[in-house]
């Protein structure tokens, strides 16, 4: 597709159990984030990939978190013990450059987890 | 945390009116670029303006930039029932973005 492409668009998920949440960037994209956006409030920042190396997990909240780009297009963001804070819309974008130095950046219709 | 912060937080005019939203943010930036998200939807970037430049336009958008002030300004005109969202500065860093909290403007028809 000529976007970028999340799925499941909707996840529930019981307390306890594992996600995984899935992003396809744009085509030859080489940069792609992760954001978490509570309800009401802006998307926060998880992590950064430039192809497949992980450049920056800062935003991550906790170990239960974890996102992978094995081959640097497709990455998956997992979930583990989801918790009721863990409720949110995750956002997954790619951009051309490394980086987004000057450079705007293509977002996904984001996944909406509830965590019940 | 956020770095960005939108005023209003909310905004509702009637169509054909303008609509002006403001965003500040508190440390120095290479761009600052405004997002529009639909209701349930992604982010859709609206514009990209860089540190050495004080004003943008495209379309029915007008973008000033004051870095002095660390602030910007979005000016929609003529607007649209359809321009009814949720807008949100975000300031460029080497490699993440730091959203505002929004302003949501609603457009009367």
């Known amino acids: 597709g000529a976007g970028v492409s999340q799925s499941p668009r909707y996840k529930v998920a019981k307390r306890g159990q594992d996600v995984a949440l899935r992003c396809d960037p744009i085509?030859?994209?080489?940069?792609l984030f992760w954001y978490q956006q509570a309800l009401g409030q802006g998307p926060e920042f998880l992590t950064y990939f430039q192809n497949e190396a992980q450049l920056d997990k800062s935003g991550l909240p906790s170990d239960r978190f974890f996102a992978e780009r094995p081959e640097g297009s497709v990455s998956t963001l997992k979930i583990q013990r989801t918790q009721q804070e863990d409720s949110a819309v995750y956002l997954c974008a790619s951009s051309n450059g490394g980086g987004l130095t000057n450079t705007e950046a293509f977002f996904g219709q984001g996944t909406r987890l509830t965590v019940v | 945390s956020q770095q960005g912060e939108e005023d209003p937080q909310a905004l509702s005019i009637q169509e054909g009116e303008n609509a002006t939203m403001n965003c500040s943010y508190k440390t120095s930036i290479n761009n600052l670029q405004w997002y529009r998200q639909n209701s349930g939807r992604g982010l859709v970037h609206l514009i990209l303006i860089r540190s050495n430049e004080r004003e943008k336009h495209s379309g029915r958008l007008r973008v000033t930039l004051d870095t002095s002030k660390k602030s910007s300004s979005l000016l929609i005109t003529a607007s649209r029932a359809a321009d009814t969202a949720s807008y949100f500065c975000a300031t460029g860093g080497s490699h993440q973005f730091y959203f505002g909290t929004g302003t949501s403007l609603t457009v009367i028809p």
């Open positions: 085509s030859g994209h080489v940069s």
